[in-house]
């Protein structure tokens, strides 16, 4: 502390010497309006225990702040009352238990599945499985019939090319009465 | 929740330890231990998932392994006939599924065999490990270079090439 002060009043010292030196055995420093220089002293006020309050020059936070601020509401948003359903469905309604299938019983399709909401979905939301495996086979059979139909054409068009008995590759040619031989009647031409 | 191992399946044998009559003034910390975490831990959280398990026995509800009907086999199916092919396929998915089960259980059950037996291991888990070596070996012979792209056509060729590997071996030993 002592070091310091020593220090500061011998920068002081210096820089009124520096300044032109008309401080030196009158008043005590830098008054009125002059310019003032780096490192010179000016009275400060120094907060009690926190020391000199100091600008601190850093890069904006403002962007990335704002960014995890929205971030964080848009996720609970939506997450918060998700997760308290989940809890409370967890908790009082819990997971189904494995049995054997009854004698004589047929369980529907969502008793498949273990978790209630898992159960629920495939009950109100998503088809039954025997609807989809019908939906996948009628698909199947569509595009097997579209195969079978487009090898009968390309077997159709070939047989009709190569036999020339059919509708297809029908060329009309002129009538064979219309051609003029007159310039071959004669023999010396 | 997660399910629990079935402590059921692989019995381990009552432990032989004698009870020992402790001669040391000092008492043995593990059991303070024991009180404290029983106290602290294992008590609240037993009263919570008690509590838990009341409220979800109100209403139980059930759910089943489903059970699929036998199909044609892709051996049954006639050319064409792709409806045929693709319940065909998915039947053997799920024999593949079925069968790739029975194997990790049978490995289970062998390192069950070893961790029980400890250092008698080699002489008294033999007919477990001869039942992994049984089992993998089928496995092997039924699914096994076929690939990630296999399926129940590739499967079928296998099976027929085996088929004629083994008439051919039959021929040779029959003519020697």
Redesign the interface.
């Known amino acids: 502390m002592a070091a310091m002060s020593r220090l500061l009043r011998a920068a002081a010292a210096w820089a009124a010497r520096r300044a032109g030196g008309t401080g030196i055995a009158g008043n005590t420093g830098i008054s009125g309006i002059a310019p003032r220089l780096p490192g010179t002293l000016v009275p400060v006020r120094h907060s009690s225990g926190h020391g000199k309050r100091m600008f601190i020059i850093k890069a904006t936070s403002f962007y990335d702040t704002r960014f995890l601020n929205l971030l964080r509401f848009y996720v609970f948003l939506t997450g918060i009352p998700a997760a308290l359903f989940i809890t409370y469905v ?12 009854p004698e004589g019983y047929v ?1 529907e399709y969502w ?4 978790h ?1 909401i898992s ?1 629920w979905i495939a009950r109100y939301v998503l088809d039954p499985p025997e609807k989809d495996y019908e939906k ?2 009628a698909l ?2 569509i ?2 019939k579209k195969t ?1 139909m487009r090898l009968m054409e390309l077997q159709a068009r070939r047989l009709m090319r190569h036999r020339g008995d059919g509708p297809w590759y029908h060329y009309e040619t002129p009538d064979k009465n219309l051609v003029d031989n007159s310039m071959k009647s004669t023999p010396d031409n | 929740m997660p399910e629990d191992h079935d402590w059921e399946a692989y019995k381990v044998p009552p432990t032989r330890t004698p009870v020992v009559e402790s001669t040391a003034s000092v008492p043995n910390p593990v059991s303070f231990v024991q009180t404290v975490f029983n106290y602290v831990i294992d008590a609240p959280v037993t009263f919570v998932r008690e509590w838990i398990e009341r409220q979800q026995a109100k209403n139980k509800f059930y759910y089943y392994h489903q059970k699929f009907r036998r199909v044609p086999d892709l051996s049954e199916c006639l050319e064409g006939d792709y409806l045929c092919f693709f319940e065909a396929e998915a039947q053997w998915r799920r024999d593949r599924m079925v069968d790739q089960e029975i194997v990790e259980i049978v490995r289970e059950r062998v390192g069950a065999c070893r961790q029980r037996e400890g250092p008698n291991h080699l002489q008294n888990c033999a007919k477990e490990v001869e039942l992994l070596k049984q089992v993998t070996k089928a496995y092997q012979d039924r699914y096994g270079d076929l690939g990630y792209h296999g399926n129940a056509r590739t499967c079928l060729m296998k099976q027929k090439h085996r088929m004629m590997e083994e008439r051919k071996a039959a021929q040779e030993k029959a003519s020697e």
């Open positions: 967890n908790i009082f309604i819990g997971e189904a238990e494995l049995a054997e299938i369980p008793e498949y599945y273990k209630p159960r996948q086979m199947l059979d595009e097997a079978e």
